[in-house]
């Protein structure tokens, strides 16, 4: 068994969001490497929240990248 992945809910107690916000961000593509398992989402473990694209450090970043 294959212990280097985590569900949507286990991602959303970590980084402190709730479950939807999670695949809402997988299903935008927002985080690397995901994949659908029927109705579920694993995300490796190592995956980085991505920044909210409301904050200010998202408006930044984007500025940066430019």
Known sequence: ???N???SQQAAD???????????LC???KIKDVLKHGRAWLIPK???RP???RT???RQEKENDK
């Open 51 to 53: 920044i909210d694209g």
């Open 27 to 29: 299903h935008n593509g």
């Open 46 to 48: 190592d995956a980085i």
């Open 14 to 24: 970590l980084w402190g969001i709730t479950e939807r916000q999670v695949q809402s």
């Open 1 to 3: 068994m294959d212990f």
């Open 5 to 7: 992945w985590m569900t």
């Open 56 to 58: 200010k450090a998202a």
